[in-house]
């Protein structure tokens, strides 16, 4: 057994131990379920309110069960058996009615008066828990299954590990990533906000927010114009008819805002774009010559996201997305998804992203209902992407069952900076939907051949975007993209005049200031411009009005730096004009 398995037997063992801790200290309780996770574990409890005050005393009764040195038994029950020793426990009994009548049911003792429905494997004896290092971290509510039609029980998080120092540096971990949660970073900056009469999952642009939203919209859109990308509008919805056509509306209803009817017609909320750009396709008779067609859309769709899913704007019911669909010819293919790829790593380069990897995502064979298409259409697909991503010798893996239902595509799988791997980039090829949709274009003998389609987004959700930057950055913007550039301070009421002029030229070349003018102490002034994360704050002065100076404290330092203000502004375009990273 190696360590990592060791150490999923050990917080195995210790949810059993935090159960039968929870049962003692309340008697009422019934039990869910209590499995490892990749920091510890958790276990699910109905019938139980606790607060953080709590915590202190559950810790210690699980000590109290350590130093018993209780025995882990494992016993082979029927299934009869089985109910009858949980009849009391109504989520077990749920659980142990799916099985075979004739499966052998394991059941594991921990000491004599208490035991779980567990496969295991456990630690013998509570004693090699001893020097285990646990910590409960929080406590939450989960619906029963992860479904919102079931009960909220209540969930005890736990972190564990086999030494003290991989707890203490997750739990650092843990609070870095508070710091750099961007919900919270969202906030205080004035990006975004969310109000249930508005509705969840549904957030709404500050201001600050909406410039953050433009500057990333236009930083795109003039790539992909380089490129020879197409823009174009659509509608936020669209008829039925649309989406069976699609084949969304069997394989992706139950993501979808429901049907509303107008005119005898039915209207869904839009999931997604490609729909509309095969009918954009279709509108004009194409040939060889003319592909391939690039069409791109910064476009807002809408999915039904269950409401314990919504984090923030990570993951919302509306969101915007950088889209694109590629009309090319099969001996296309190659040159265009690497062409794609290219314009991914560019960008990330531009934003200093390094920590991603890419992934081929694949069908599942096992489950193929998931999926429309025929088989060969599939294996054609696959083939193609696997093909490229081994000419392009770049580093990646596959995972099955993660493809789109039309076909198989590359992700660019990124780490943020608290720990979740995210889907930020992706390319889709897709010999589906011109089929479903009749594309063709004219060849060069004159016949009617069908177009390839490639799916591919770049920043991929806006909204999703914004968030992995605000945690990658703490906030902490480069220059080119902050809401706000330039933070003027005066001293005294005597610089107004000369802090109006300097922000009125900063304006004229569409630099974005704020200046503070009132009557509060410079320190305190400082302090405020310092938690709005702008990248330069200027503190004028007498000296700096008769001078024609500016005191210039860049964002990564607490020393000013007084320079002639064309010489400040020469270094501030620069750094916006070449999107430099701070």
Not at 371 to 383: M, P, T
Request: net charge negative; charged share 30%; aromatic share 10%.
């Amino acid at each position: 057994m190696n360590d990592e398995q060791k150490q999923e037997m050990y917080r195995h063992s210790m949810s059993h131990v935090m159960a039968k801790a929870i049962k003692q200290l309340y008697p009422g309780v019934k039990l869910a379920i209590g499995p490892a996770i990749d920091n510890g574990f958790y276990y699910d409890f109905d019938n139980l309110s606790i607060t953080q005050a709590d915590f202190e005393k559950i810790e210690a009764k699980m000590r109290d069960i350590i130093a018993n040195n209780e025995d882990f038994v494992r016993k082979e029950v029927t299934k009869t058996e089985a109910l009858e020793m949980f009849i009391d426990e109504p989520y077990k009994t749920e659980l142990i009615n799916e099985l075979p009548l004739d499966e052998k049911i394991t059941v594991y003792y921990t000491g004599e008066d208490f035991y779980d429905l567990c496969r295991g494997p456990h630690v013998e004896n509570t004693k090699f828990l001893r020097g285990f290092s646990f910590k409960i971290n929080r406590v939450n509510g989960a619906y029963w299954r992860g479904s919102e039609k079931n009960k909220m029980l209540t969930r005890i998080y736990v972190y564990g590990f086999l030494n003290k120092d991989d707890l203490k540096e997750c739990i650092r971990l843990e609070e870095e990533a508070k710091q750099r949660d961007h919900r919270k970073i969202g906030k205080e900056m004035g990006v975004f906000m969310f109000n249930d009469l508005v509705g969840k999952g549904l957030p709404m642009w500050l201001p600050k927010g909406y410039i953050l939203r433009r500057e990333l919209s236009d930083y795109i859109i003039d790539k992909e114009l380089a490129l020879g990308y197409q823009h174009v509008m659509t509608p936020s919805l669209g008829n039925i008819n649309l989406y069976k056509t699609s084949g969304h509306w069997e394989h992706y209803k139950e993501d979808m805002f429901p049907a509303m009817e107008v005119d005898d017609e039915g209207y869904v909320l839009r999931p997604m774009n490609c729909p509309h750009h095969m009918v954009i396709y279709k509108n004009f008779m194409h040939s060889y010559r003319d592909l391939p067609l690039r069409l791109a859309e910064i476009a807002n769709d809408f999915r039904f996201e269950a409401s314990g899913s919504l984090c923030g704007i990570e993951r919302t019911r509306a969101f915007t997305q950088n889209d694109s669909h590629i009309f090319c010819r099969p001996d296309q293919i190659k040159d265009e998804i690497e062409g794609v790829i290219k314009l991914i790593l560019d960008v990330y380069k531009d934003f200093g992203f390094k920590n991603y990897k890419l992934r081929l995502s694949l069908r599942d064979k096992q489950n193929t209902d998931k999926y429309f298409g025929n088989d060969d259409l599939w294996e054609k697909s696959e083939a193609a992407l696997r093909e490229i991503l081994k000419n392009s010798g770049a580093d990646y893996y596959e995972a099955v069952g993660e493809a789109a239902f039309y076909g198989p595509k590359i992700d660019v799988q990124v780490k943020s900076a608290i720990g979740h791997d995210i889907t930020l980039s992706t390319v889709q090829l897709d010999y589906q939907l011109p089929e479903r949709f009749e594309l063709e274009y004219i060849d060069e003998n004159n016949d009617r051949q069908r177009p390839v389609v490639i799916h591919r987004a770049i920043l991929g959700s806006l909204d999703r975007f914004v968030a992995f930057i605000l945690e990658e950055t703490k906030g902490l913007l480069p220059t080119w993209l902050s809401p706000v550039q330039v933070q003027i301070i005066t001293v005294n009421e005597n610089i107004i005049a000369y802090a109006q002029d300097v922000e009125n030229k900063l304006k004229s070349l569409k630099v974005r200031v704020e200046t503070d003018f009132s009557n509060e102490s410079v320190g305190k002034k400082i302090r405020s411009a310092v938690l709005s994360k702008s990248p330069f704050i200027l503190v004028l002065g007498d000296k700096e009005r008769t001078e024609n100076t500016v005191a210039v404290r860049k964002r990564s330092s607490k020393d000013t730096e007084t320079m002639p203000y064309e010489q400040f502004e020469k270094m501030l375009l620069d750094s916006i004009a070449n999107k430099a990273l701070n």
